[in-house]
């Protein structure tokens, strides 16, 4: 006779390859054992409401990691909607002062949770979380529960407390993504050596155009874009040269724009030429845009993986003799905002691009570059 919670793992592993296209397949099984049933349905409905495919996963890793620390935490699953001294643990658990720790054991996560986590490879650094990674999963908590048509404990005055006291006590420093932006000059070095006509040559050059003029995409963005995302546009007519070919992308519905809202960027000339160079000669008119190549020069059908993005650009950057470590994937979507600033765009047309959701977090990039170049820089020049 089979076990009975191996036929419930089995079925859910099952169910969730009917959503494989959003989730991080390699780990399905890993997912079946830990999500519980509910969950699953949850994440299914939340792919047949047409939420971006970006969102689903993240929700989904973040409930994973939820899922995981609760058993690991309290023996348990999460409960819905999770009681408020749970959401009290969990910012206890996650946010606390390596210093007190030297001093009291009891202090942060304790070692048992901590070694179930680290062992089932939810945990890879050490010391307390970064307070936006807590803020991100407990705002996944909240989505999920309102998903479920309960109401949580999220808003409460004695959870805002606690992170806000917690934050206070244990200062990070802010580090930027990517020391350095991919700028206008930085990028034409990195397509220089994407000069040939090799399938390497034609993505690569296709996938750093693409990310950068469509306002600087995230990385898992550009990995999971599909051909069912593109529009081909009117070409566009210019007073000194052949008109441009046009296309816009749909990213989807995300966290930031809804359920009911589509967000669309633009491309227009040579990022086109790029990507329709990299499409034909891949001969990919359907499914995602963007494939591993294997050493025999073969295109995989299935997508690039996103830290593959990032693999990417640190290669191009090493080929064009600058320095690896000073660049990622993210100085694509900060080098857009400085580009623009550079060139004179005006920030409310650049964010349109870029679809940053706050003016002031835009306004970071921008503003140094025209901080650097202004007037009050150059007043002893």
Not at 238 to 262: E, F, N, R, W
Not at 302 to 310: H, S
Request: aromatic residues 4%; contains cysteine.
């Amino acid at each position: 006779m089979s076990n009975p919670s191996s036929h419930s793992i089995e079925k859910r592993a099952g169910e969730l390859d009917t959503i494989a296209a959003v989730l991080p397949l390699d780990r399905r099984d890993e997912l079946a054992e830990l999500l519980t049933d509910q969950d699953v349905e949850t994440l299914r409905h939340l792919v047949n409401e047409d939420m971006g495919d970006n969102t689903v996963r993240a929700l989904t890793s973040d409930l994973a990691y939820l899922q995981a620390w609760s058993l690991a935490a309290t023996g348990s699953p999460l409960p819905w909607p999770a009681p408020e001294a749970q959401l009290l643990k969990f910012v206890a658990h996650h946010l606390w002062n390596p210093r007190r720790r030297e001093t009291d054991t009891e202090h942060g996560m304790p070692a048992d949770v901590e070694r179930v986590l680290r062992a089932g490879g939810f945990l890879k650094s050490a010391g307390p979380h970064a307070p936006d990674t807590v803020r991100r999963r407990l705002a996944s908590w909240s989505t999920l529960t309102k998903r479920r048509g309960l109401t949580g404990f999220f808003s409460s005055p004695a959870l805002k407390s606690a992170i806000r006291l917690a934050v206070r006590a244990t200062p990070r420093q802010r580090r930027r993504k990517s020391a350095k932006a991919v700028t206008g000059d930085v990028l034409a070095k990195l397509l220089a050596t994407c000069s040939s006509e090799s399938l390497r040559d034609l993505r690569d050059r296709a996938v750093l155009m693409v990310a950068f003029a469509s306002g600087g995409r995230r990385r898992s963005e550009i990995a999971g874009l599909r051909k069912e995302q593109l529009t081909v546009e009117p070409a566009i007519d210019v007073q000194d040269g052949p008109p441009l070919p046009s296309l816009s992308i749909h990213l989807g519905s995300t966290k930031i724009s809804g359920a009911d809202h589509d967000e669309v960027v633009y491309l227009a000339g040579r990022p086109v030429e790029a990507l329709n160079a990299w499409l034909d000669a891949a001969k990919i008119n359907k499914g995602s845009i963007f494939r591993a190549i294997d050493r025999w020069g073969n295109v995989s059908h299935r997508a690039l993986d996103p830290q593959a993005v990032n693999a990417i650009l640190k290669q191009r950057v090493a080929m064009a003799g600058l320095e690896a470590r000073e660049f990622s994937a993210h100085g694509l979507r900060s080098g857009y905002l400085t580009e623009a600033a550079n060139r004179g765009i005006s920030l409310p047309e650049a964010m349109e691009q870029s679809r940053h959701r706050s003016v002031q977090q835009a306004a970071v990039y921008y503003n140094s570059a025209l901080q650097r170049s202004g007037r009050a820089a150059r007043l002893l020049k």
